[in-house]
T-cell receptor
Framework: GAGVSQSPSNKVTEKGKDVELRCDPISGHTALYWYRQSLGQGLEFLIYFQGNSAPDKSGLPSDRFSAERTGGSVSTLTIQRTQQEDSAVYLC??????????FGPGTRLTVT | RKEVEQDPGPFNVPEGATVAFNCTYSNSASQSFFWYRQDCRKEPKLLMSVYSSGNEDGRFTAQLNRASQYISLLIRDSKLSDSATYLCVVNNANAGNMLTFGGGTRLMVKP
């Protein structure tokens, strides 16, 4: 069946511009997560959605970062006024209650 | 102290070797444990869950030591295709389905 999909796969943007990254989770998965991974580094948790509950935003690095999940399905991560240190791979994952997370292929963001 | 700590490696081993990775976690209330595998420039994928009694999946054996709060992964008869980064993953007992990822241990299997 269809896995987690993310778009775009690559995004190059100029410093100061806003970007939107999209995640389509596996159908029926109630939980959705955003992470970022810098080159050669581990996963950094950003935000977590569970059903209709308020999202856990504890990992967002600054108020330039925000995320929405519409209708309990698709999610959009928005980065405003991008900075060079925002360059990373942004990974989305979804899960049911079994704790196993299924990851999308990621969006590689480069801020020039 | 990080919640989940791993030796980043790299571990360089010849084909056929046995290699073991350890991981320590800080939250004694954690209940679920996993090993994920991440290939270069790819997304992480679940390798195996780790059960209290230990579990085996082919050449891979996972062990959990709750008293010492560490998890291990043993790979026997290493293959070139085992080359990857292995992520130790622990659930956050205070936050439902949240998982905390270790920084990963890089394995390189050489011919």
């Amino acid at each position: 069946g269809a896995g987690v999909s993310q778009s775009p796969s690559n995004k190059v943007t100029e410093k100061g511009k806003d970007v939107e990254l999209r995640c389509d989770p596996i159908s029926g998965h109630t939980a959705l997560y955003w992470y970022r991974q810098s080159l050669g580094q581990g996963l950094e948790f950003l935000i977590y959605f569970q059903g209709n509950s308020a999202p856990d935003k504890s990992g967002l690095p600054s108020d330039r970062f925000s995320a929405e999940r519409t209708g309990g399905s698709v999610s959009t991560l928005t980065i405003q006024r991008t900075q060079q240190e925002d360059s990373a791979v942004y990974l989305c994952a979804s899960s049911l209650t079994s704790y196993e997370q299924y990851f999308g292929p990621g969006t590689r963001l480069t801020v020039t | 102290r990080k919640e989940v700590e791993q030796d980043p490696g790299p571990f360089n081993v010849p084909e056929g070797a046995t290699v073991a990775f350890n991981c320590t976690y800080s939250n004694s209330a954690s209940q679920s444990f996993f090993w994920y595998r991440q290939d270069c420039r790819k997304e992480p994928k679940l390798l195996m869950s780790v059960y209290s009694s230990g579990n085996e999946d082919g050449r891979f054996t996972a062990q959990l030591n709750r008293a010492s709060q560490y998890i291990s992964l043993l790979i026997r008869d290493s293959k070139l295709s085992d080359s990857a980064t292995y992520l130790c993953v622990v659930n956050n007992a205070n936050a439902g389905n949240m998982l905390t990822f270790g920084g990963g241990t890089r394995l390189m299997v050489k011919p």
